[in-house]
C-alpha cells in the first residue's frame, strides 16, 4: 500500500454509458487543488469487481468508486457494491442513478455501514463530481492515515513490551518490509510507466529550462515525432513565439507559486508541417529532497473539438442570421419557464411590441389559453409529440388574431429552447369559412336539386351525387364513392360517353345531350345529360359535374302525343270516308226507294230491292259510326 497519497487519490468509475465515463475522464482528469486523480473506467460490474481484486493485489486499492446502479447487461450496481465493500471495507461508495425508484434504505441493508455510502443522482456537474472525489479521497487518506498511526502506536506498544531478542527480530521485520515496500515502489514505478505508455493523452516530463527529459507515446504521436527527436527539444521548436512566452509564463508562476497550471488552448507544429490545438496541464516536479528540478504534465489534442466547436458557432451564426433576417415570425421560447427568449424583427413587427417588451414577456401572455394549457402545448412540442399547432395570439393593439405555429426543440448555448415560427391565419381562416359557407350553399342547392347531380374527380371516380340520384338510380353514395360508374353505362353509349368525358376535361361544356342509363335494378331509364368541368382555386380541372335528368315521363308523353296525332289523322280520314259513303248510300237508298214505289209487293224484283233498301241502312250506320268516331277525336284535340 503506497505511504504518501498526498497528490494522489485512486478513483474507479463504472457505467455502462460510454459517454458518462468520458464526463468522469474530462472532470477527474486534472489536478483539482492539490490532488491529483489515478482515474479507472469500467462499463460492467464484473470488470469493476475484478478492478477492486486487482488493486487490493497491487497494494494500490481505491479511495472512491462511482457506481452507476442500473446495467443494460450482466449485474446491477448493487452487486457491484456489495463486492467491492467485502473486497474492501475501507472504500468511499457513491451510488449513481437516474430514477427515482431506487430505495436508499434497502441499499445501505445491503452494502453497509451508511458512512461509507452516498448517492448522487444523474445528470451531475462537473462540480458535484469534482467535489464527491476530493472530499470523500480526503476522508479516505485520513481514514488511512489513523489505520496506519493505529497499527504503529500497538506496535510501539508491543516493542516496550517485548525483550531485546523481540525487538531485534522487530527490527529484522521493519527491514524486510522496508526491502518489499522498495520492491512495491520499484513495481508501482514500472506500473506507473506502463499507465502513461497506454493512456490516450500525452505525458511529458520537462526540466526547469523546458527540454523534455521524458514523453509517452501518445505525445509522439499528437506531435508527430519520434521519441528520439522529443527528448532534449524546447516548445520553442515547435510552437510561435507568441506561444513559448505564454508557456514561459504559466510555467515560471507554478515555479514561484508551486500551483498546478492549466493552458486551455494553444496550437503546436507537427513534424509534418500540420497543426493541432492542444491543452495542457502540468505540476511542479521535485526530486528526493523536494527541490524543483522540472515539470510533468499531462496534454490533451483538443483539435477535433475545436473544428466541432467552431462549426458549431458557425452554424449558430447562420441561424442567427437566419432568424434575424426571415421575414417569418419566429420566437425562441423556454419550455420551463415559457419565456419569450427572442423574437426576430418580423415578430416583433407582427406582434406590436419593440423587442426588449417582447422578449419580457411569457409565451402565457399572448396566447389565449389558459397557463395550464399552454404548459401542455408545450410539453407536447418539448417531446416532439406534436410541433403543429393551431392557437389564437394578443396583439399589442388589443387584437386577436389566429395563428398556424410549428414549434420543436433546438439547443443553443447548451439549453434547450423551443423554435416557433408563426403564421398569421386570420384571412386565411375567414376564407375557409367564407369558402365553407359557399360550399355549404352549393350543397344544399345540389341536395334540394330535382334532377341527378354526380360530382367526379379527374380519375372519373365518384366524390358526391346528391339525393335525387339515390332516388332516381338506385346507388347510395356509400356504395360509390370512391369508384367509377362505369356500371350504369350501357355497352352501346360507352363510345358517346368517353366523347363527353373529354369534353369536359378539354374545359368544354354540353348540355341536353339524350341517351340512356342503366339503375340498381337494371332498368334502362331515358336521361338527358349536361356537363361541366370543375376546378380548383388556381383555375385547374380536377373534376367534372354531371346533371342527368330522367326524361322517362317527358319520352311518354311524347308517345303519346305521336299517338294521339296518328288517331287525329285516322279520325279526319274517317270522316272524310264516311261523309262519302253517306253521299253514296243516300243516293242509292233514294234511287231504291223511287223504285219501289213503282213496283207492287210480289213483283219479281220487290224482294232484292227491298234488301238494297236494308244493305243501304245498314252501310248508313256504319258511316254515322266513323263519323261519331271522327268528332270524338276532334272533341280530344
Known amino acids: 500500500m503506497n505511504t504518501d497519497r498526498s497528490d494522489k487519490v485512486r478513483i474507479l468509475a463504472v457505467d455502462d454509458d460510454q459517454n458518462v465515463l468520458d464526463l468522469y475522464e474530462e472532470f477527474l482528469s486534472f489536478p483539482i487543488s492539490t490532488y491529483q486523480f489515478d482515474l479507472t473506467l469500467c462499463h460492467q460490474s464484473e470488470t469493476a469487481v475484478e478492478a477492486v481484486q486487482t488493486a487490493i ?13 442500473r446495467m443494460d447487461s450482466g449485474p446491477d450496481g448493487v452487486w457491484a457494491a456489495q ?10 461508495i457513491v451510488m449513481v442513478t437516474a430514477h427515482d425508484d431506487v430505495s436508499p434504505e434497502e441499499i445501505v441493508s445491503r452494502v453497509p455501514p451508511a458512512g461509507k455510502l452516498l448517492y448522487i443522482k444523474k445528470p451531475f456537474s462537473p462540480e458535484e463530481i469534482k467535489q464527491f472525489a476530493v472530499a470523500l479521497g480526503a476522508k479516505w487518506q485520513q481514514e488511512i492515515q489513523l ?53 490516450e493523452e500525452g505525458y511529458f516530463e520537462v526540466d526547469l529550462a523546458g527540454d523534455f527529459t521524458f514523453v509517452n507515446d501518445s505525445l509522439c504521436r499528437i506531435a508527430g515525432y519520434n521519441r528520439d527527436e522529443l527528448i532534449g527539444m524546447n516548445n520553442r521548436d515547435y510552437t510561435t513565439p507568441e506561444t513559448a512566452k505564454e508557456m514561459y509564463q504559466v510555467f515560471s508562476k507554478t515555479y514561484q507559486t508551486g500551483e498546478p497550471a492549466r493552458i486551455a488552448d494553444y496550437e503546436i507544429f507537427r513534424k509534418d508541417g500540420s497543426t493541432r490545438t492542444l491543452e495542457l496541464s502540468a505540476s511542479l516536479m521535485g526530486n528526493s529532497t523536494g527541490e524543483p528540478v522540472g515539470f510533468r504534465g499531462v496534454v490533451r489534442d483538443i483539435t477535433e473539438r475545436k473544428r466541432a466547436e467552431e462549426a458549431l458557432r458557425e452554424s449558430e451564426e447562420r441561424y442567427r442570421s437566419l432568424f434575424k433576417n426571415n421575414h417569418t415570425v419566429m420566437l425562441l421560447i423556454d419550455p420551463e419557464t415559457a419565456d419569450i427568449v427572442d423574437a426576430n424583427p418580423a415578430a416583433c413587427s407582427f406582434y406590436g411590441w419593440g423587442h426588449e417588451e417582447l422578449t419580457n414577456k411569457k409565451i402565457t401572455d399572448i396566447n389565449t389559453l389558459t397557463d395550464e394549457q399552454v404548459f401542455q402545448e408545450i410539453e407536447r412540442a418539448k417531446s416532439e409529440e406534436n410541433q403543429h399547432f393551431f392557437f389564437r395570439h394578443r396583439l399589442a393593439r388589443d387584437e386577436i388574431v389566429d395563428v398556424e405555429v410549428f414549434s420543436g426543440p433546438i439547443v443553443l448555448n447548451g439549453k434547450q429552447l423551443l423554435y416557433s415560427i408563426v403564421h398569421d391565419i386570420t384571412e386565411r381562416k375567414q376564407a375557409i369559412e367564407a369558402l365553407r359557407a359557399s360550399e355549404e350553399k352549393y350543397r344544399t342547392v345540389l341536395e334540394a336539386n330535382p334532377d341527378p347531380v354526380v360530382v367526379y374527380d379527374i380519375e372519373g371516380k365518384v366524390v358526391y351525387y346528391n339525393p335525387a340520384f339515390t332516388r332516381v338510380f338506385g346507388w347510395s353514395l356509400g356504395e360509390r364513392l370512391g369508384k367509377k360508374m362505369d356500371v350504369f353505362v350501357p355497352e352501346e353509349s360507352l363510345p358517346e360517353t368517353q366523347t363527353m368525358i373529354n369534353r369536359v376535361l378539354a374545359g368544354e361544356s354540353f348540355s341536353g345531350i339524350e341517351t340512356r342509363r342503366y339503375t340498381k335494378e337494371g332498368k334502362l331509364i331515358p336521361v338527358s345529360i349536361s356537363g361541366a368541368v370543375l376546378r380548383d382555386m388556381d383555375g385547374h380541372p380536377v373534376g367534372s359535374v354531371i346533371n342527368l335528368r330522367d326524361i322517362s315521363e317527358q319520352k311518354n308523353l311524347e308517345g303519346q302525343l305521336q299517338q294521339a296525332q296518328k288517331m287525329e289523322a285516322v279520325g279526319t280520314l274517317a270522316g272524310g270516308i264516311a261523309h262519302d259513303f253517306n253521299n253514296l248510300l243516300q243516293a242509292i237508298q233514294g234511287y231504291t226507294e223511287l223504285l219501289l214505289m213503282r213496283k ?3 213483283d219479281s224484283d220487290w224482294r232484292e230491292l227491298q234488301e238494297v233498301i236494308r244493305a243501304s241502312k245498314r252501310g248508313a250506320e256504319l258511316t254515322q259510326q266513323l263519323l261519331t268516331f271522327s268528332r270524338k277525336v276532334e272533341s280530344k284535340r
Request: no cysteine.
Open 57 to 69: 493485489k497491487d497494494a494500490e486499492p481505491f479511495a472512491v468508486a462511482f457506481l452507476d446502479i
Open 83 to 92: 463486492q467491492i465493500r467485502i473486497l474492501d471495507p475501507n472504500i468511499e
Open 147 to 199: 489505520l496506519e498511526i493505529q497499527a504503529q502506536l500497538e506496535g510501539h506498544v508491543e516493542e516496550r513490551a517485548t525483550d531485546l531478542l523481540k525487538t531485534n527480530r522487530q527490527m529484522s521485520r521493519e527491514i524486510e518490509e522496508r526491502r518489499r515496500a522498495e520492491e512495491e515502489l520499484h513495481e508501482s514505478e514500472e506500473k506507473y510507466r506502463t499507465i502513461l505508455e497506454n493512456i
Open 600 to 602: 207492287k209487293e210480289g
